[in-house]
């Protein structure tokens, strides 16, 4: 039973953050200094595979969250992720699979910024 209850919760927190990942929608998207260097055409081009991704696996993906990838771009690797916050971004959230309790933020960074 446990793990119904547990696969139940990670399908809901892999539906919300592909949700958000793929709109930008419903939370907030955050780019490091060396993402906002780059000319906008390119941090077009970095945000749109960001959204297309979809190469998930057990080693960029070990909870199956759907929180976590990585880009190549240019010759240069890229990491987003996706944290969970409270309603009022002060502290993590008490549940990430209650859209009423949580805000979700994806950041984009150089891999060479994290």
């Given at each position: 039973m446990k793990c119904q209850n547990e696969c139940e919760k990670t399908l809901k927190i892999?539906?919300?953050?592909?949700q958000f990942r793929r709109t930008f929608q419903e939370g907030?998207?955050?780019i490091t200094s060396?993402?906002?260097?780059?000319?906008l055409p390119q941090q077009i081009t970095l945000m749109n595979l960001v959204r297309t991704f979809?190469?998930?696996?057990?080693d960029n993906d070990p909870y199956g969250e759907h929180?976590?990838?990585?880009?190549d771009f240019n010759g240069e690797p890229y990491f987003w992720k996706i944290n969970y916050y409270d309603i009022n971004y002060q502290s993590l959230s008490p549940d990430p699979t209650d859209e009423t309790v949580t805000n979700r933020v994806l950041t984009i960074m150089n891999?060479?910024?994290y």
């Open positions: 892999r539906f919300l953050n592909d907030k998207v955050l060396g993402v906002a260097s780059l000319p979809d190469d998930f696996g057990k929180d976590f990838g990585k880009v891999a060479s910024e």
